[in-house]
């Protein structure tokens, strides 16, 4: 058995998770924001590094290699995409995105907007095909104005994408693909068929607007690997739970895939522990992300916010909060403000000794005693404690009026509260759930978790060994999968005409097996799996939930789909309620690929204080001032063993702060298990 590698480019590091067989080695280098091809090689160099082999013959066994990045995310934020050119509608011009009242630059400039004069009806009738002279004098006014790249978002399309099509022939005849000067040409039927015609256009603009570097990144990244003798696919980690090759991944499909992955990750520890209900925290060096699993299922939107901008593109649903280790603080009259601005990897936080001036939260945690200066990221990287204090004191502590400690722990505390006021709103949308189980990860995470966690009022956290790399581990538990989309609009009931489905799932699945071949995998290989999205007839909440491919094909069937589509509504019994549409139906193509999976480990005979390594004088407590805790080596603690807080304990990649009033316990998966000591 070969190599798994998977990697996960944050805002600040990037994370390996590196298998071989029963052996794993995680790895974290810092981020390299101007060319993400350097961190994703130095990532693959450190761990070739771990195992004691070269980086091609580390490459030449590996099996997989699956990455997600920040790209897309990072390109929408610092609005430094492509230049595009929009084709729309006649009078549909009001739909783009042109600005969205933030005072951002926005992703189309007005004058990259042209309308078309074409028209289909509601129900898909071509009423009006485009003129094809028209077209080539407004697209070759955009390419004249610079676009490098040209959008077709027209009205009613995702019932009857004719017209989009025939602009974009038109377009290439005189652009072929194999000229130079050949523009791409993007859809918007392309990227969804869903209905609502200002998310599609969104979605259509962003995806353009992210794919011009996320392409030359990603075949950078493929044909250095090629050079250093990886003959396999890269696979691209994607926003709905799988992988796919570049050649078959859009951009937005890459938006938040990091994040989406880390979700899939917590859904199979909640697994581990019978959990109904489970939160995941994810505190990098930039942000802190969120999101949960109910029942088993990871949270999920139809129509997800992707920078302040509403899609129809279904992914997994994260909340993303600028709250992070590289995190900023300042004080505006008087009052202490920690982020949403971020260091990033680049300068960083000033004890990085990287450029970095303001104050951030990692230096608070240094100064605080949390994080040992010596022994960052297992001693790879050196803090630099008096920078850190330098300025601490300058920008925080003498307009607060503060000592430094005092102040270091007011960053640290602020940070904590507002993380953990927006962990509790995940919380009360579990309401059903009174006690989530809470997955803590990140580089961060581990050193804010318990306050975090007490301010939102949860009482069980687990931390996996992996915690400081857990979306690139997530990612090893991912298969190779597409999902294809087709439009239905038929009245859901019992009595229904479902004759449209056979063929539309017919077509679906061809797509599907063309797809799977191209990934590598055979027909036999690839399982299948059908999602119906209903909608009250009247509008409102649009649900998405699994039923067997061949449900339509028995009364039984059918009731039982429309029984849990009503229940999932919030409408009683079988019958009750509003009547219902079947909107879509969604088929997913999966293809296994080697997984890394957690084994249980012995119950050890052995105490928590063998794996004590010293004691270190922190500051947590205003009051109490600096106390002597101690610090205890992670790689020595193995099942049973349980300490007390407030205790210190470190890996290479993070540093977990048990508080006072908490307990941890390490179980059978080798998890860092804290609760909330209650007091009898």
């Known amino acids: 058995m070969g190599y798994t590698i998977d990697i996960d480019t944050g805002g600040t590091f990037t994370d390996g998770f590196f298998v071989s067989g029963s052996r794993v080695e ?32 580390l490459l030449y066994d590996t099996d997989i290699i699956r990455f997600s990045n920040t790209i897309g995310t990072n390109t929408i934020i610092q609005r430094d995409g492509s230049r595009l050119g929009l084709l729309v509608t006649a009078g549909q011009e009001g739909l ?84 130079l000067g050949s523009v791409p040409v993007f859809l918007s039927s392309d990227i969804s068929n869903r209905s609502g015609e200002e998310e599609r256009v969104n979605a259509a603009v962003l995806n353009a607007y992210i794919h011009g570097k996320l392409v030359s990144m990603l075949y950078k990244a493929g044909e250095e690997l090629r050079r250093r003798m990886y003959g396999k696919n890269l696979f691209i980690v994607h926003n709905n739970h799988a992988v796919a090759r570049v050649a078959k991944t859009r951009a937005i499909n ?21 959990a109904d209900a489970v939160i995941s925290a994810d505190m990098g060096g930039t942000s802190f992300d969120l999101g949960f699993v109910r029942q088993g299922q990871v949270s999920y939107t139809l129509k997800p ?5 509403r899609v129809n593109v279904p992914m997994v649903e994260i909340k993303a909060v600028g709250a992070g ?88 505390e602020t940070i904590d509260e507002g993380m953990g006021r927006e962990l509790r709103k995940i919380r009360e949308q579990l309401a059903d759930d009174t006690d989530p189980l809470l997955v803590v990860y990140g580089g961060a995470g581990p050193a804010h978790c318990c306050h975090t966690a007490k301010v939102a009022g949860i009482k069980k956290i687990v931390i996996t060994p992996f915690s400081a790399v857990f979306s690139a581990y997530s990612a090893s538990g991912m298969d190779v999968g597409h999902i294809y989309y087709a439009r239905t609009d038929t009245p859901f009931r019992e009595t229904s005409d479902f004759s ?114 010293s004691v270190r004088s922190v500051f947590l407590d205003v ?40 307990q941890m316990t390490v179980d059978k998966f080798n998890n860092a298990v804290l609760e909330e000591v209650t007091e009898s």
């Open 500 to 613: 449209v489905l056979p063929t539309a799932l017919e077509i679906l699945t061809k797509e599907a097996e063309r797809d799977i071949r191209g990934e590598g995998f055979t027909f036999e290989e690839m399982k299948l799996s059908l999602e119906l999205l209903v909608q009250e007839s009247g509008g409102g909440e649009e649900i998405k939930f699994g039923a067997p491919m061949d449900f339509f094909e028995s009364p039984d069937g059918v009731a039982r789909a429309v029984k849990t589509a009503r229940e999932l509504l919030g409408q009683n019994g079988n019958s009750h309620g509003g009547d219902l549409n079947l909107n879509m139906v969604s088929l997913t193509a999966q293809a296994e690929v080697p997984h890394f999976e957690v084994k249980e480990v012995p119950l050890s005979g052995g105490e928590a204080k063998a794996a004590m390594k």
């Open 305 to 309: 916010d992707v920078e302040g901008f």
């Open 26 to 57: 995680p790895v974290k280098v810092p981020t390299s924001p101007h060319d993400l091809t350097i961190c994703f090689l130095e990532c693959i160099k450190a761990g070739a590094e771990r195992f004691g082999v070269s980086v091609e013959d």
């Open 96 to 179: 783009v995105p042109t600005g969205n009242g933030d005072g951002k630059v926005p992703l189309v400039d007005p004058e990259m907007v042209v309308a078309i004069n074409e028209k289909t009806s509601p129900a898909g009738e071509v009423l009006q095909a485009p003129d094809a002279k028209a077209v080539m004098a407004e697209a070759q006014s955009l390419i004249d104005r610079g676009a490098r790249c040209l959008v077709v978002a027209l009205s009613c399309s995702d019932v009857n994408p004719q017209n989009e099509r025939a602009i974009r022939n038109i377009i290439k005849r005189e652009y072929p693909r194999d000229f």
């Open 254 to 274: 890459t938006y938040n895939s990091g994040p989406a992955a880390g979700l899939m990750g917590t859904r199979v520890t909640g697994l581990a522990y019978g």
């Open 623 to 662: 009051e109490k001032g600096f106390q002597e805790i101690p610090v205890y080596d992670r790689s020595l603690l193995t099942h049973g063993n349980r300490l007390s807080g407030p205790a210190l304990v470190e890996s290479e990649q993070t540093t977990v702060l048990v508080s006072g009033g908490w």
């Open 325 to 412: 280790g590289g995190s900023i603080a300042s004080v505006e009259n008087g009052t202490l403000r920690v982020g949403p601005r971020s260091a990033g990897a680049l300068p960083g936080p000033v004890c990085f000794d990287l450029g970095g001036t303001e104050p951030t939260v990692t230096d608070a945690d240094l100064i605080l005693g949390v994080f040992d200066p010596a022994y960052f990221l297992g001693g790879a990287m050196k803090l630099d404690l008096q920078k850190a204090r330098n300025t601490i004191a300058e920008k925080v502590a003498e307009p607060l009026g503060l000592s430094v400690e005092a102040a270091a722990l007011s960053v640290k």
